[in-house]
């Protein structure tokens, strides 16, 4: 051993200090005092913090079953708070015996306090937010309840039932707190009112109908206080009796309320049955039964209001799903002359069996006791107010039987006092007259409230609107019958025929424009091919076109179908003007409108990169737009103000580093406008 070796410091060699030779014993080194006392800190921090944690578990533990509405658990109370009391008081001693400790520390700088400070609040706050939450949230009244004793839970609640609700479980949880209920005030209907008094707590509720319903019950305590339960209930389904049990289409289904009536001695005034959703009863007898034919498949809401004699209405509803029955043995359908099926009387209608198959015979039934008829085409007139069902049974060669179904319903007649219309013409006694082609475009208007309109216009060269409005086309001379339509919400009609005289056109003088608008440069089609002088001794002889945008004040003389380029943009008055063999003229003008192409700049290169030195051709064929100038920037100080749709640039020369240019090209046409298309060429 060197005894001339410099010393060591913390274990640490000096440079260039020889190395010392590595022992071949070693000795069991003594822990230093830091050691020692790190390890007393950690054994102190685990005892510390395992009774923490439980405590922290323990507190989140009551918060969680505390209140109990079952009582199972309030035994718990008293020691949450005790615990919570004792916890609160030692973390505030350790809290304020730390931050001393830390405020005596004379070795430590201001930085190593602050986060002391702040792993001490990290570990004492959570543990004194649950001693301040334990005490206050587990000594809350658990949250009091509605429930349904009757039926039992599960049971498809169908007016009319009685539903019996309960407040035992609350009124027991009240009793463990030493409250007693006086009385139970019970509100049914949720208009604020009490409909029942109770000193018990049960209370029954009789809902005869389908809906929602805010139950609610009022418990008044002996010291004073109140406690308002709440339930909702919905009642699904208002039920009535129908068979079969599964409906179809074409065949009778009888309904029933008998069932429903909750007192045999009540005097029912009226039964009130409408069978398509649309509030307006389609039947009204004093009887609890009856039979209707459903015409369609799918969901039908059926509804019924009992009206008793006291004034009183019981209303319910459901929805049947009425299903296909076996199939027809071949295809047939009733067409109707009018269509719509709905006219005050009396209310003529044609019918007439559309089918491909060959018939024997056909027997008409329409419902109100007349006799049958026969014939692939019949006409009836109705004649009281109520619903019809017409049925037509087709007989084939076969001897094969189609049963086909219409309803007919006659209504009372709507009355509107102030019905005027509004549009293309005018209308004078019901009357419309104007020369062909006519355009009708007219709108009935009324001060009637909830009345809607549609129309009927047979014959009709074009229809595209019937809805309150009609516009339709009659464009051959003659006499056609239009028929306006009007219903109320309580289900009144008016049917309203008007008389359309289409006369013949003296004379017409028109062309057709395709396209009227577009970008230039744009190429219009004209046609005057439908002009016509009705004088039978002259006829047109010449057509005269001005486009708008010639110098020559006579226009060009041209055929009735011609074509013209407009070049530049802006709006044109394109006159015709015909000329007859009797030296007569016409003329008529139609507006072009020509707008500026969008300038928008584009190019397409050959390549995007290569070696130094390459050429690259771009072509901007592809931009849009007319412009008058260009400029091509290809990023490495030079410029081209070619027009051009193709230039050659060569980027780089030979000994050159390889590098990116950035190459734009600004478009600008004669209104000023610009547009720039860049891209990337890369040398490499």
Known sequence: MNNNEPPKVDGITPPNAPTAPVAKMTTKKQPSNDELLSRAKFALLAIIAIPYTLYIGWGLFLLMVLPDPSGKWEWLIPYGKLSAMIAAAVLVMAALYMVLRIGKSSGSDDKVRIGSFFRIAAFIVPGLLISAAVPFTITQEPTLSLYISSPQPGTDLVAPLSVTYSAE????????????????????????????????????????????????????????????????????????????????????????????????????????????????????????????????????????????????????????????????????????????????????????????????????????????????????TFKDRRLYQVTARARNEKGQIAKITKVVRVVEELRIEDLSFDGSHSVDNAKISAEAPVAIDITPKTTMPLVDFWWEAPNASQVSSTDTTLKAIYRDEGTYTLVMLAKDAEGRVKRLPLVLEVKKKSQQIRFDVNPSQGVAPLKVQFDASDSFIADPNDDINGFIWDFGETEEAEGKIGSARIEHEYRNPGEFTVTLTVSTELGKTASTTKKVVVRAPFLKACFKMSRKEGPVGMGVAFDRSCSTGTAVSAIWDFGDGSQSPLLDNTVIHTFGEQGDAPRDYKVKLILQDINGTTDTYETIISTQ
């Open 169 to 380: 479980v609350a009124t027991e949880i009240l009793k463990r707190r030493n409250l007693n209920v006086i009385n139970y005030q019970w509100d049914f209907t949720g208009d604020g009112v009490p409909n029942d008094e109770t000193v018990v707590p049960l209370s029954t509720a009789f809902f005869d109908r389908q809906g929602g319903y805010n139950v609610s019950c009022t418990m008044k305590l002996s010291d004073g206080s109140t406690r308002i339960l709440r339930y909702r209930t919905v009642v699904p389904n208002a039920v009535f009796s129908y068979s079969p049990v599964i409906p179809t289409i074409d065949e009778p289904i009888r309904f029933s309320v008998a069932h429903l009536i909750p007192d045999e001695k009540v005097e029912i005034r009226e039964v009130r049955w409408d069978f398509n959703n649309d509030n307006i009863p389609e039947e009204t007898t004093k009887e609890l039964e009856t039979v209707h034919t459903f015409l369609s498949t799918g969901d039908h809401t059926v509804s019924v209001t009992i009206v008793f004699e006291n004034q009183t209405q019981s209303y319910f509803f459901r929805t049947l799903n009425v299903q296909k029955p076996a199939p027809q043995p071949f295809i047939a359908s009733i067409t109707t002359t009018p269509e719509f099926l709905e006219s005050p009387s009396p209310f003529q209608v044609v019918f007439r069996i559309q089918t491909e198959e060959p018939l024997v015979d056909i027997k008409w039934d329409f419902d109100d006791g007349s006799p049958e008829e026969e014939g692939e085409r019949v006409g009836h």
